[in-house]
Nanobody, 125 residues
Framework: QVQLVESGGGLVQTGDSLRLSCAAS????????MGWFRQAPGKEREFVAA?????????VYADSVKGRFTISRDNAKKTVFLQVNSLKPEDTAVYYC?????????????????WGQGTQVTVSS
């Protein structure tokens, strides 16, 4: 069983940056693909970014965040990061970290096996 704990969210202004972290415990973190999703009030959970487990990690991003968000991981620290830059009010959401056991990239929530509780990001205009 893998436990995921997100941190780093907060209330920021348009154009600001944040670094979200997701600390994992249990399981074999270094073999899991990791993803970030977000969910705004009244909306479905949507894909943000994902990264494979290998040392030469592959990444994929939602079009809405491409060029502004960067996903990375530190397998030694069992942590995945999401650097979020140039934030916009439409980025306001709860951001969730997720782990996928089989290592390949997935962009839908059903492709992930474990989820954190989320961290709130609020961007004021």
């Amino acid at each position: 069983q893998v436990q995921l704990v997100e941190s780093g969210g907060g209330l920021v202004q348009t154009g600001d940056s944040l670094r979200l972290s997701c600390a994992a415990s249990g399981g074999t973190f270094s073999t899991y693909a990791m993803g970030w999703f977000r969910q705004a009030p009244g909306k479905e959970r949507e894909f943000v970014a994902a990264i494979t487990w290998t040392s030469r990690a592959s990444t994929v991003y939602a079009d809405s965040v491409k060029g502004r968000f960067t996903i990375s991981r530190d397998n030694a620290k069992k942590t995945v990061f999401l650097q979020v830059n140039s934030l916009k009010p439409e980025d306001t959401a709860v951001y969730y970290c997720a782990a996928r056991r089989y290592g390949s990239l997935a962009t839908v929530p059903g492709g992930y096996d474990y989820w954190g509780q989320g961290t709130q990001v609020t961007v004021s205009s």
